[in-house]
């Protein structure tokens, strides 16, 4: 049996350093569902149906074979739910910083609480992407700022014509 992890996020904008977290759950799980939320109360400057796609455009450079182990999808109900709902008992979160820790510590208690059966993976940002954040991404972009070294082409291009 397979082990299937599930990568949630906003993904609002993709980053570098969510392309790194996620080439990197692939050595933990056999298979990763990118879970892209669909919080309608969240205020997003991408649409969910964008950023799937943009997802999908930015795991094109990743080798084959890890993109034949990887599924994009949207989500709009409780993680741990939408996590029974695929089969699997793993939930993959990245952490920058110990800011990152204390929210993510709190949620896994809360997601543990409601199914003690689902287990939450922590992978450290690689040291070169620890400064990467989506809401960072599109601060720099609002003012006219250089985001290519943080964000793949795919991204670059969708963000230059809004």
Sequence with gaps: MSKVGIYPGSFDPI???HLDII?????????LI???SNNKSKKHLIS???RLELIEKSIQDLPTDDQKRIEIEKFDNL???YVKSKKSSVIIRGLRAVSDFEYEFLM???N???DNEIETIFLMSSEKYHFISSRFIKEIHSL???ISKSVPKPVLDFLSKI
């Design 15 to 17: 980053t570098y350093g």
């Design 23 to 31: 080439q990197r759950s692939l050595h933990v799980v056999d298979k």
């Design 34 to 36: 990118i879970a892209v």
């Design 48 to 50: 969910v149906d964008q």
């Design 79 to 81: 993680l741990v739910h």
């Design 108 to 110: 896994t208690g809360m």
């Design 112 to 114: 543990r609480s409601i």
């Design 144 to 146: 006219g700022g250089d």
